[in-house]
Antibody, heavy 122, light 107 residues
Framework: HVQLQESGPGLVKPSQTLSLTCTVS??????????WNWIRQPAGKGLEWIGR???????DYNPSLKSRVTISIDTSKNQFSLKLTSVTAADTAMYYC??????????????WGQGTLVTVSS | DIQVTQSPSSLSASVGDRVTITCQAS??????LIWYQQKPGKAPKLLIY???DLETGVPSRFSGSGSGTEFTFTITSLQPEDVATYYC?????????FGQGTKLEIK
């Protein structure tokens, strides 16, 4: 399995942009056909899929966030990133990154990163 | 978008009990359903993929069944370490969607 580690500011001011990075270890972000995902979870609440980026760079976003989200890949750093603009308190959550791929007739889901807590507050 | 309705939202059972959680998808997702276990302060852990296949290393007391729109997750003999919140998630169509979660406690 690859190992994933989220990082970024723990505190973001309202109306600003949330920027997080997921660093991939024990594997290359650009080799193979992988989907790299962001998922979030407000404290005490359920899980929300934010979006994904394919190894090729193509992306899919949750329509509920699409106007504010950008996911990108930096192959030189073996990282992928999340940017969420115009944040409000409703964006306060634990943010997780994950990876999955298709191989030998099935989908494989590697363990998620441990998550990083982002609080939106002035 | 596909909606996933999970029930119950909470459940209390005794050690050794059989526990069942259900998920209903708003559209046919064939067998593209995952079951996760989440313990406090931890990321969700994959238990079941493709609706009924047990992830490597997961105890055999966990199982899943179903296809189409109706799915069931079962713990055949509840253990103290199974206290957690369980989520289903469909991965047939983006945006992926999760059930609301079932918080499982020991009586």
């Amino acid at each position: 399995h690859v190992q994933l580690q989220e990082s970024g500011p723990g505190l973001v001011k309202p109306s600003q942009t949330l920027s997080l990075t997921c660093t991939v270890s024990n594997g290359s972000i650009s080799s193979g056909s992988y989907y790299w995902n962001w998922i979030r979870q407000p404290a005490g609440k359920g899980l929300e899929w934010i979006g994904r980026i394919y190894t090729s760079g193509s992306t899919d976003y949750n329509p509920s966030l699409k106007s504010r989200v950008t996911i990108s890949i930096d192959t030189s750093k073996n990282q992928f990133s999340l940017k969420l603009t115009s944040v409000t308190a409703a964006d306060t959550a634990m943010y997780y990154c994950s990876m999955y791929y298709y191989h030998s007739g099935r989908w494989w889901f590697d363990p998620w990163g441990q998550g990083t807590l982002v609080t939106v507050s002035s | 978008d596909i909606q996933v309705t999970q029930s119950p939202s909470s459940l209390s059972a005794s050690v050794g009990d059989r526990v069942t959680i259900t998920c209903q998808a708003s559209h046919d997702i064939t067998n593209y359903l995952i079951w996760y276990q989440q313990k406090p302060g931890k990321a969700p852990k994959l238990l079941i993929y493709d609706a009924s296949d047990l992830e490597t290393g997961v105890p055999s007391r966990f199982s899943g069944s179903g296809s189409g729109t109706e799915f069931t997750f079962t713990i055949t003999s509840l253990q103290p370490e199974d206290v957690a919140t369980y989520y289903c998630q469909q991965y047939d169509i983006v945006p992926w969607s999760f059930g609301q979660g079932t918080k499982l406690e020991i009586k």
